[in-house]
Antibody
Framework: QVQLVESGGGVVQPGGSLRLSCAAS????????MHWVRQAPGKGLEWVAF????????YYADSVKGRFTISRDNSKNTLYLQMNSLRAEDTAVYYC?????????????WGQGTLVTVSS | QSALTQPASVSGSPGQSITISCTGT?????????VSWYQQHPGKAPKLMIY???NRPSGVSNRFSGSKSGNTASLTISGLQAEDEADYYC???????????FGGGTKLTVL
């Protein structure tokens, strides 16, 4: 069965950096686009970024453009999110989510999430 | 990207039907059939309930249905059950950013 397991969350100071990972199993990782979606405490969902199955195209929300970088290593079945210049408003649970195709703009499987707290 | 507009809360009694609306623009909901709906119970990851406006993934009850008219999409839940009580989010492709935009979420209470 499809499994997505995020890791790398924690507490970081404003202006700091953090790299999240998402280990995928149960499907052919290299054939599917992948997303990051976040949810601030008590708030709604916010799409963060998308990467095509082969890493050739990447798209970002305006709120993270220029600060976050999505990447993937298909040999390791792992998705990444490099987060730089972190701000208090980046505090959220970060979910990795599978796209059902090359890019279908919805999420058929989600991980359990990893909490990132930006605070001094 | 501006969020899609959903009512903050809806409620219904067991057995009844409810509808949650999701209003966007011609750049998202109205322009594409890439509307999806997610159910989220407290402390859990979201679960896909509807994709491409009206399609149900396997395993999702046929009590859940989706539709769209103009810039507004809708999720209808018929025969309400206690386990349907959750937060519901709509999302859509948006040409504004070549990405995805979510609604603010709707809390469904089963009375």
């Amino acid at each position: 069965q499809v499994q997505l397991v995020e890791s790398g969350g924690g507490v970081v100071q404003p202006g700091g950096s953090l790299r999240l990972s998402c280990a995928a199993s149960g499907f052919t990782f290299s054939s599917y686009g992948m997303h990051w979606v976040r949810q601030a405490p008590g708030k709604g969902l916010e799409w963060v970024a998308f990467i095509r199955y082969d890493g050739s195209n990447k798209y970002y929300a305006d709120s993270v453009k220029g600060r976050f970088t999505i990447s993937r290593d298909n040999s390791k079945n792992t998705l990444y999110l490099q987060m730089n210049s972190l701000r208090a408003e980046d505090t959220a649970v970060y979910y990795c989510a599978k796209d059902p195709g090359m890019i279908r703009y919805y999420f058929d499987y989600w991980g359990q999430g990893t909490l990132v707290t930006v605070s001094s | 990207q501006s969020a899609l507009t959903q009512p903050a809360s809806v409620s219904g009694s067991p057995g009844q039907s409810i509808t949650i609306s999701c209003t966007g623009t011609s750049s998202d909901v109205g322009g594409y059939n890439y509307v999806s709906w997610y159910q989220q119970h407290p402390g859990k990851a979201p679960k896909l309930m509807i994709y491409d406006v009206s399609n149900r993934p396997s395993g999702v009850s046929n009590r859940f249905s989706g539709s769209k008219s103009g810039n507004t999409a809708s999720l209808t839940i018929s025969g309400l059950q206690a386990e349907d009580e959750a937060d519901y989010y709509c999302s859509s492709y948006t040409s504004s950013s070549t990405g995805v935009v979510f609604g603010g979420g709707t809390k469904l209470t089963v009375l």
